[in-house]
């Protein structure tokens, strides 16, 4: 079981930053792919950026070169910095870890994220 806690969201203007952390309680944190989901008002949930347990990352088009996902095993944390935010941003930031091949994958509650000036 892995219980995932986040925080960092706010209010923050277009082009701004914010720094999202969602930490983890529970072992094997290192096996773990970590994924920051966000979902929109009205949208469906879409992936935002991930990385894998080897450290591997990977991100939606739409924050390629603005957000980047880093994660401290250590701390058993991971990270969203997120730059030159826009409006379209605006969503509610889910942290998540997951372990397709133990059928094995953890949600935390969502942080809100609102750009806007």
């Known amino acids: 079981q892995v219980q995932l806690v986040e925080s960092g969201g706010g209010l923050v203007q277009p082009g701004g930053s914010l720094r999202l952390s969602c930490a983890a309680y529970g072992s094997m944190f290192s096996l773990y792919a970590m994924n920051w989901y966000r979902q929109a008002p009205g949208k469906q949930r879409e992936l935002a950026a991930g990385i894998t347990s080897s450290g591997r990352t990977n991100y939606a088009d739409s924050v390629k070169g603005r957000f980047t996902i880093s994660r401290d095993n250590a701390q058993k944390t991971v990270y969203l910095q997120m730059n030159s935010l826009k409006p379209e941003d605006t969503a509610v930031y889910y942290c998540?870890?997951?372990?397709?091949?133990?059928?094995?994958?953890?949600w935390g509650q969502g942080t809100q994220v609102t750009v806007s000036s």
């Open positions: 998540n870890a997951d372990r397709p091949l133990v059928g094995r994958s953890f």
